[in-house]
């Protein structure tokens, strides 16, 4: 079984700075593209930052310069360095992966439980 736990949400005052982690878990073989999503309330999710097995990173417009998006792939993690918070970045985020697990020949996509950042002064 595969989990995917986020840690690092919380309560930051505008233009500060949040780091977000992604820890895999379980029987993998592989972990292979990776995304950070957010929704806020009211809204629809939305796509952040992506980063794939290797070092190839997309970003939303609205966080481009400001986050960062990295991968230990010895620990299993994804990491999402928030820079430049905005009250406008509140939202609970998202991990999701896709992942090859042990002894299987296809992939498929997990997903976290998600963790709350807030930006509020």
């Known amino acids: 079984q595969v989990q995917l736990v986020e840690s690092g949400g919380g309560l930051v005052q505008p233009g500060g700075s949040l780091r977000l982690s992604c820890a895999a878990s379980?029987?993998?073989?592989?972990?292979?593209?990776v995304g950070w999503y957010r929704q806020a309330p009211g809204k629809q999710r939305e796509l952040v930052a992506t980063?794939?097995?290797?070092?190839?990173?997309n970003y939303a417009d609205s966080v481009k310069g400001r986050f960062t998006i990295f991968r230990d792939n010895a620990k299993n993690t994804v990491s999402l360095q928030m820079n430049s918070l905005k009250p406008e970045d509140t939202a609970v985020y998202y991990c999701?992966?896709?992942?090859?697990?042990?002894?299987?020949?296809?992939?498929?996509?997990?997903w976290g439980q998600g963790t709350q950042v807030t930006v509020s002064s």
């Open positions: 999701n992966a896709n992942i090859t697990e042990m002894y299987s020949i296809s992939s498929r996509a997990y």
């Open positions: 379980g029987s993998i073989f592989s972990i292979n593209a």
């Open positions: 980063i794939s097995y290797g070092v190839t990173t």
